[in-house]
C-alpha cells in the first residue's frame, strides 16, 4: 500500500485526543516517565559544571574560550527544528505524509548541523588548550556539552530511521505513535539546550 | 472510518490551521527570547542584575516548548505530573550538587 493510501486508514481526531488528535498509547506515557529519568542525569552534569566551573588551573576560562556568536547561531538552529519538528507532527495529524517526511527530514538536518557547530567548537577550544583533562572545569564542560550532543546525535539517528520506514512501509497508526513519542524526545533535547546555553554559555560570559 | 460532518470537518481544519499558527509564533517568540537573552550578555549589564533575567528568559523557553510543542497542555495531567517531578526533581539534584562540590572542591 502506498504511503498515501495507508494515510487514507490513520485514526481521525475523535478516536485519538479529544482535543488535538494525538495517539494514546502508554509508549508515550513510558517517554515522560524516561524523560523525568533524564531531567535528574542532566541536572546532576549541570549541577557538577555549576560547581567546578571555577576550577580552571592554568587553563583557559569559559569566558575566554566562548564563542558567542557561534553558540547563539547552533542554539538557534536547534530551536529551529523544535519548530519543524512540531510543524512535521502537525503534518501528520492532518495525513499529509508528504509534508511530515519533508519537516522531518529538515528536522535531522537541523539537528547534523548543530552537531557540526559542536564539533567546530570542541575543536577550536581544543586548539585553544581546553581539554577535558587541563581542568574541572574542561572535564565538566566537555561531559555535560558531549553528553547533551550524543543525545542529539541519537535523535538524528531516531528520526533517519522513521524516515526510512515511513519512505518504505508509509503510515500507520503504530508510526504515528512512533513519530509522536521521537518528536517528545526531540523537544526535550531542545529544553535540555536552553538550559545550558543560559546556565554554561550566557553565565560564563556574564562573568 | 466517517470524515464527519461537512461543518465538522471545517471546525477541524480551522482548529488547525490555528494550531499551526500557534506553534510558529511559539517558534519565532522562541527564537527571538534567545536572541533578547544574547543581547542582555552583549550590552554588558552587571551580573546580579542580567542573571535573572536570562534564567527568567529560559524559563519562559522551557515551559512554552513543554505545554505547546510537547502537548502538554491538553494530554493526560499524569504526563504533567511527571515532567514537573522530573523538573523538581532536576532542580533539587542540580542544587544540592553545586552546593556540595563548591563546599569541598
Known sequence: MSAQGEAAHLPLQHETSPELGLP???????????????????????????????????GPTGAQVFDLP????????????????????????????????IWLWLTALLGIFFLEFQGFEFYTFYH????????????????LTGFHGLHVAFGVFWILLLLFQSL???????????????????????????????????????? | MSQGTPLEGAAIERQRRSQKAL?????????VLTLVAVFLVEIGLQRSVVLPVLIALAAVQVLMQAFLFMHLRGSRHLYSYFFL?????????????????????
Open chain 2, 23 to 31: 506553534y510558529v509564533t511559539i517558534g519565532v517568540l522562541s527564537l
Open chain 1, 128 to 143: 585553544e588548550g581546553l581539554t577535558l583533562q587541563t581542568s574541572a572545569f574542561g572535564s565538566a564542560f566537555f561531559t
Open chain 1, 70 to 101: 557561534l553558540t547563539t547561531v547552533a542554539t538557534l538552529v536547534l530551536l529551529s527544528s523544535s519548530l519543524t519538528v512540531v510543524l512535521g507532527v502537525a503534518a501528520m495529524q492532518r495525513r499529509d505524509v508528504r509534508a511530515m517526511q
Open chain 1, 24 to 58: 494514546k498509547d502508554n509508549r508515550i506515557l513510558g517517554l515522560w516517565i524516561f524523560l523525568a529519568g533524564e531531567c535528574a542525569f542532566f541536572a546532576s552534569l549541570i549541577g557538577g559544571y555549576l560547581g567546578l566551573h571555577l576550577g580552571v588551573a592554568h
Open chain 2, 85 to 105: 517531578a522530573g523538573l523538581s526533581l532536576a532542580v533539587l539534584i542540580g542544587t544540592c550538587l553545586m552546593i556540595l562540590i563548591q563546599r569541598w572542591a
Open chain 1, 168 to 207: 518504505k512501509h508509509g503510515i500507520n497508526e503504530d508510526r504515528t505513535t512512533k513519530v509522536f513519542v521521537m518528536s517528545l524526545y526531540w523537544h526535550f533535547v531542545d529544553v535540555v539546550w536552553v538550559v545550558i546555553f543560559t546556565l554554561v554559555y550566557l553565565a560564563g560570559k556574564v562573568g
